[in-house]
């Protein structure tokens, strides 16, 4: 109620908003969702990244209606005085964008080739597909060779400006520029060439009379700079929601300082394990001993403010009240939406056989373990086949693996699927195999559709999600064989199949956004 007759504002952080965004943005915009549901609050997401499109697409793709009216600020934007609250123009037709120079369409192509152009032997213009605006115009001298990177934004003015160093094609320098008639420059970056990822060296903002006011060496810096014009309003109150983000955490540090932020509620919500990945891998879960992970300092660091830590489980709460010693922890798991609830569920239409795993194709997801536990299966059922629902750096391996195993029958790799919800209403289970979570947001989604879950006991999420013998079923860490059996016995055992499904949708209330 304080908060709310301040006028308080609760700030999400993000790094950026991309079209198809993953199941970590998603949860945490669902959460979003609720408090400006449930407390009629102000709902700002902050993004970092530089970004030159509007949000629509991302926001119909994550199906968040209620954050429609949300407000969205973005660092760049706001340095080079961009405005997204307006509607974009129309886009302008290209070639006569152009005059009198010769713009040829490319071939089966939306985008335009100018040759002749005096230093840069050809322009190569980028349109977008579906709205055919300009996108980004790329410049090359007589031998092909890209010089300068043009970026033009959504409302139709050059955004950004990347200059390349020929040999390498590595980007020497940006500059941003403003919004307005002048198109001056906003942003100066420079990075340093010489490493394999880009790496800023230096960022200068630039007011419109050219002189630099603000000057950072890295963008941890930029970002506490930007947070403190946006929370300087004393009258009001902010609740900042960290979410783990690696740039914010100089932020949460910087607010240990007497007079910075005191307006400002400062959270962190632990997503994952955070026991250091590599150690995870190896098989070590001793959350006792183990070295905490670089994203998770403010669990031990003094100098790092943060009121009130936020975990999605009892069980990592216990652990980290343990270890720590905290006494600023909160459990608050993520909410299921009503909207995506299907209506109806049919226990008994399913494929007696069809087995699923969805997740990307990647270390953590342990798939080579569910391969294995698989070959098992179908040594008791050849008829039993598996589907790999996802995408990753792993695919090529796993396929060889699955060849390597005679397998190619039996398990299927089905890549990125957009109907996920036919998926589950066939599927006579799901199978996780993870060696860490945080808070699987597909086994709620398997579960919704009466799909039970075959899951391995892993840290942390899937015993709060998973009761087995009630919506799943439940196995030891890195069992294989029980693993399989409890496969087999979904597949052989029809009243078993029916009892789990049957028991998926009572077990979700808990989940509901009234609950949490």
Not at 17 to 27: N, Q, R, Y
Not at 152 to 174: C, P, V
Not at 227 to 235: A, E, P
Request: aromatic letters at 10%; hydrophobic letters at 35%.
């Amino acid at each position: 109620q304080a908060f709310t007759r301040r006028n308080g504002t609760i700030y999400c952080l993000f790094d950026g908003l991309p079209d198809f965004p993953d199941g970590l943005k998603i949860s945490a915009l669902r959460r979003a969702e609720l408090f400006h549901t449930y407390l009629s609050t102000d709902i700002c997401i902050l993004t970092h990244l530089y970004q030159n499109t509007l949000f629509e697409l991302f926001v119909e793709n994550c199906k968040l209606k209620r954050l429609s009216q949300a407000t969205y600020m973005n660092m760049y934007d706001a340095f080079q005085g961009i405005n997204r609250n307006r509607l974009p123009p129309a886009p302008v037709d290209i070639p006569s964008y152009f005059g009198k120079r010769r713009v040829i369409p490319v071939p089966g192509k939306p985008d335009y080739v100018i040759t002749n152009t005096g230093k840069a032997g050809t322009l190569y213009l980028v349109v977008d597909p579906k709205n055919k605006k300009l996108r980004a115009i790329e410049h090359m001298d007589k031998k092909g060779r890209r010089f300068q990177r043009d970026f033009y934004d959504t409302y139709g003015f050059l955004s950004r400006s990347d200059f390349l160093d020929i040999a390498t094609e590595k980007i020497k320098y940006s500059t941003f520029h403003r919004a307005d008639a002048t198109k001056s420059i906003a942003i100066r970056e420079e990075y340093d060439t010489t490493k394999d990822k880009q790496t800023l060296k230096k960022m200068q903002l630039i007011d419109v009379s050219g002189r630099v006011y603000a000057e950072f060496t890295n963008y941890r810096d930029a970002i506490a700079y930007w947070m403190s014009l946006i929370t300087q309003d004393q009258q009001k109150t902010f609740i900042v929601f960290g979410d783990n983000r690696e740039e914010y955490l100089h932020l949460f540090k910087e607010a240990r300082v007497p007079g910075k932020y005191e307006n400002c509620i400062l959270l962190q919500i632990i997503h994952n394990n955070t026991i250091g990945v590599e150690y995870l891998m190896n098989g070590d879960d001793d959350y006792l001993t183990l070295p905490t992970g670089e994203l998770y300092n403010f669990l031990y660091d003094l100098n790092v403010r943060c009121d009130e830590i936020i975990t999605l489980t009892n069980r990592q709460k216990a652990h980290l009240a343990e270890r720590y010693g905290l006494n600023n922890l909160s459990v608050v798991a993520h909410a299921f939406p009503k909207e995506d609830l299907p209506e109806t569920v049919h226990p008994a239409t399913y494929d007696p056989y069809m087995v699923i795993h969805v997740g990307r194709l990647a270390d953590q997801k342990c798939h080579e373990q569910a391969i294995e536990a698989f070959k098992r299966v179908v040594r008791v059922l050849p008829q039993a086949h598996l589907h790999f629902y996802g995408v990753g750096p792993l695919g090529n391996r796993l396929l060889q693996r699955v060849q390597q195993e005679g397998l190619q029958r039996n398990i299927r790799f089905e890549g990125f699927h957009t109907n996920m919800a036919e998926v589950y209403d066939k599927a006579a289970c799901m199978l996780v195999t993870s060696v860490f979570e945080g808070f699987s947001l597909v086994n709620l989604e398997a579960i919704s559709h009466g799909c039970p879950v075959v899951s391995v006991d892993c840290d942390y999420g899937q015993a709060a999600m998973i009761e087995d013998g009630v919506n799943g079923l439940i196995s030891p860490l890195g069992d294989v064989g029980a693993l399989a059996q409890n496969v087999i016995r979904i597949l052989t055992d029809r009243e078993l199949r029916i009892r789990l499904s049957e028991g998926c949708r009572p077990s979700m209330e808990k989940f509901s956004e009234a609950v949490i």
